[in-house]
């Protein structure tokens, strides 16, 4: 006879099956279920003792797999938050990391709150960045880029959702769907990792050209740099997350290419993380 496991068994079958793949089994596990059930979290705990259906238990037992084997738990629930956000995400975007908030934070503060200002965001992804800002300043005229038609689609699922429609979306590598046009504020999120870099052991979900920019992991943040200046009013911003070791680098690059006042800011992890700079040549 085939015992039916409840929400509670299952949850903490699930958690022990993860530990050893993931920092937060018991959230993944929960997050997992309460996705597949239609539920929010504080839901399986109330309804504990409620039996699994058959199905919903094979289904389960399928995402907890993929779990397992590395796929990010953003990926398998559709979902990240991001600067309390609700996105949706696929593997066609990097899943939005807390570090990133950084760019955020930085770039809201470079410019008037309540002034018409123009911003262009690179490599926008899911639209994290852009969203975000959107959220936070509607007065401001935000362009958003992606190489990715795939990407782009999941943005402009997101800008729908959330109801912001005063960005512009547009396809194509970095400048190139910008040409002639200038901006008081240019932000990124480019790949910066090495071609033979390590930590690309743990991100084989997500998508490369995301992730990796070349053989020193400079190559797309060096571009950027190189070509900002002639898409910038005069002191606009430039404003770039990196990698941890890269700081000096992109300060290096930046000050080679007429930016002044460069900063750079630790995430909360304390890691040199968002790189900024005022181009002041012209």
Excluded at 98 to 114: G, I, K, S
Excluded at 205 to 217: K, M, R, S, Y
Excluded at 230 to 259: P, S
Aim: charged share 20%; hydrophobic share 50%.
């Amino acid at each position: 006879m085939t015992t039916v496991a409840t929400i509670a068994e299952a949850v903490k079958n699930a958690a022990r099956a993860l530990t050893p793949h993931s920092e937060s089994p018991r959230l993944d596990a929960e997050l997992l279920l309460s996705t597949l059930l239609g539920l929010p979290r504080s839901a399986l705990i109330a309804r504990g003792n409620d039996p699994v259906a058959v199905h919903d238990e094979n289904a389960y037992a399928e995402l907890v797999a993929k779990r397992a084997h590395g796929v990010p738990i953003a990926y398998l629930t559709g979902t990240r938050e991001f600067w309390s956000l609700p996105l949706r995400v696929s593997p066609a975007v990097l899943v939005p990391r807390p570090e990133t908030e950084v760019l955020v934070e930085r770039a809201l503060a470079l410019l008037p709150r309540d002034a018409a200002c123009s911003v262009l965001d690179l490599g926008t992804g899911s639209g994290a960045v852009a969203l975000s800002l959107a959220h936070e300043r509607p007065r401001w005229a935000i362009t958003a880029v992606d190489v990715s038609s795939a990407a782009l689609d999941v943005a402009l699922q997101n800008a729908q959702l959330l109801k912001l429609a005063h960005i512009q979306w547009r396809l194509g590598s970095w400048f190139e769907p910008v040409a002639g046009e200038r901006f008081q504020l240019i932000i990124a999120n480019p790949p910066y990792l090495a071609a033979q870099d390590p930590a690309l052991a743990a991100l084989g979900a997500e998508p490369d050209v995301a992730l990796i920019a070349g053989a020193t992991g400079l190559e797309a943040l060096g571009a950027i740099i190189a070509q900002a200046p002639g898409h910038l009013h005069a002191r606009g911003w430039l404003a770039l997350e990196h990698g941890i070791e890269q700081a000096q680098d992109v300060a290096q690059l930046m000050q080679r290419h007429g930016f002044d006042s460069i900063r750079t800011y630790s995430d909360l992890s304390g890691r040199p993380r968002v790189t900024l700079g005022v181009h002041t040549q012209h």
